[in-house]
């Protein structure tokens, strides 16, 4: 027979692990996260991505995730948010180009995450219970879990936001064969009339409440296969990975308390030149935890081309090395985005010295030939 935790027990044991709130929802199916992934998949607004999106009848049924699954128990862990923006820490004419990281991974966050899940999915095995855990992978919406659970309301930035914790929050579960009851009610929408994120987003992908266009989120498009859309190279700025731009203005967010700073902190910021200086296996090994395109180290080095190409940066002549020596790149990928970053710190001369057959030699898909006529760039007459 299997003794049955309250909700207040699971809490108390979660602070204590590490996770800042915790509720309970049942296992029935969320059709109205079915309804809303199916929506925006056929409007095509999940760009190709598939997550949720590939299944979104599993992906919003609990119940599949366990055999005799009962209860979903719902946990979030905060992180600190980003304590300074580039631009603030930055004097560009005295420090070599940075690319800014987004603040859920300047530290373990996830790790953090499952660990308290797992400390607490023990206590529940502790009293005969089964249990799966589950988080940020394909088989459950969190952020719609989650909002049933009554953690919080789904804001206009499509972000969960607790009305105490603000929106810097991870977020996982436990399924479990446990009953639990939980007498937590949904809460109410607190976004009310204002636009802060759709107006801040820098590339008017949160115009609708709620519903965001993939095709121009900067996080998506630095994750996504193929050349950086060339409309939003400009708009992405120093973005290396990931961008926080619909959380950072959010006034849910002012009244948030303090997050104590994590152990095991990342770097928040890459040095560029560095990062286009590595081979292949050394930006494996650093940045491996992220989410790179087919798992090939040439999208890292094109996203850090599009940052560098808006560093502003003209004097260092270590970025006219480095930009030589990408437009060199054996991946015709590297080389149209060095091209890019050439012509808009105005080098132009860096791609006019190279020999066309260099620089266009194995480009199937001819992106490098496209990116000089995109930049006007004529290689007979170096015009
Ligand atoms: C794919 C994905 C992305 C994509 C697409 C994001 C998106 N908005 O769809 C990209 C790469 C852009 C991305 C970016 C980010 N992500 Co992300 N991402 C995911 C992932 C894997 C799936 C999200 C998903 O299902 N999208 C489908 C769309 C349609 O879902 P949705 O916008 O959330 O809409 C839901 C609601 O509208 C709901 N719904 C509609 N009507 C109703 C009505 C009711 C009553 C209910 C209950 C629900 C409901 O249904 C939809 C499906 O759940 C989740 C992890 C997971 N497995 O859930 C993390 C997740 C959403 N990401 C997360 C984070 C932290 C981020 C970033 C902040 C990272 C960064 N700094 O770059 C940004 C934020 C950008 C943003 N505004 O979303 C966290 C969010 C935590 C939170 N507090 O909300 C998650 C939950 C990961 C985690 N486990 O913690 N992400």
Known sequence: MVRVLNLEDLKQIGRRVGLDDVAVTGIEPILEARKAIEERKALGLHAGMTFTFGNPGRATNPSLLLEGARSVVVALRRYAPPSSQLSDVLNKDQISPKGTVAAYVRSEEYGFLRKGLEALAEHLNLLGARTEIVMDDNRLADRAVAARAGLGWLGRNTMLLHPKLGSWTVIG?????????????????????????????????????????????????????????????VALGDRLYGCDDCQLLCPINDNAPNVPQASAVRESHVDIVTLLDSSD????????????????????????????????????????????????????????????AAFRLNKKYLVTEQQPASLLRDDPEGIVDAELQECGISMDSGV
């Open 281 to 340: 296996e050394e930006l494996m090994e650093k940045f491996g935890h992220w989410y790179i395109p087919r798992r090939q180290p040439s999208y890292l080095r094109r996203n850090a081309l599009v940052v560098l190409g808006n560093s502003g940066n003209y004097d260092d002549p270590e970025i006219d090395r480095v930009l030589r020596e990408c437009l060199n790149s054996d991946e015709a990928l590297v080389r149209s985005h060095a091209v890019w």
């Open 173 to 233: 579960s436990i399924v479990t064969d446990m009953p639990i009851r939980s007498e937590s009610d949904r809460v109410d929408d607190g976004c009310g009339s204002c636009r802060r994120c759709s107006e801040d987003c820098p590339t008017g992908a949160l115009d609708e409440f709620g519903v965001l266009d993939a095709n121009k989120c900067l996080a998506w498009l630095l994750q996504a296969k193929g050349i950086f859309p060339r409309e939003y190279r």
